[in-house]
């Protein structure tokens, strides 16, 4: 909760917009003139285009589910066809991994803490990913998130820096291999985090209930040394 409240108060932006869904009322508008008309019949809502609202139900009459269909696969074809002359290789954003990543040792323990506060603030991420640091386990990368208790959207977006950073290593030292894919790393990292939390769980849970136990064996005993 204190997450989610933190992060609905994250800095704008583009704060001389405003937030969103919300409109301020302007000093000169044409809703407070009180001319005959207005007062009258009210202020008249003007469309800016024809058909803005409404239905179009007695126009939809010759629309057929075949027309439809056909009228998608083009819009597909064209689609396939303008991917097809794309050159992704120039298009891909190249990420600078001496500027942009430092890595997470025992020396840069200080930065990583201020960092991953700032991750579980508001600060935004385009600042934060200018200077992100690395760790060279990925294990390290769910400890860490978990510890500073990071939101879910900015963890996700925290794994997929490093997955981007991991590829980017991995594409400078394979160029003519093949580039393993790193969501397969990632998801099996994952799960070998998450089940080896479950035996910790399990021990911890049963050391909260051991307590609880005790003083009924302690009643039990004192009832029998009475009986007896």
Known sequence: MLSAHLYEKRPLKKPRIGPPDVYPQDPKQKEDELNVTNVKHGFPQSTHLNDEFGSARDKSHNITANRVGAYFNAIIASKEKLNTLLDSGRNKQKINMKDNFWPATQRTKDTIKAWFKDLAGTKPLMILSKRAPNFNKKEETFTTLCEYQVPMM???????????????????????????????????????????????????????????????????????????
């Open 154 to 228: 900015r963890a996700a977006w925290f794994i997929k820096l490093s997955s981007a950073y991991a590829a980017a290593v991995t594409e400078a030292k394979m160029k003519k291999r093949q580039i393993p894919d790193p969501t397969t790393e990632w998801t099996s990292t994952l799960l070998k985090f998450l089940k080896d939390q479950v035996p910790k769980l399990q021990e911890y849970y049963a050391q909260m209930e051991k307590p609880q136990n005790t003083p009924v064996s302690n009643q039990s005993n004192d009832a029998d040394q009475k009986l007896a």
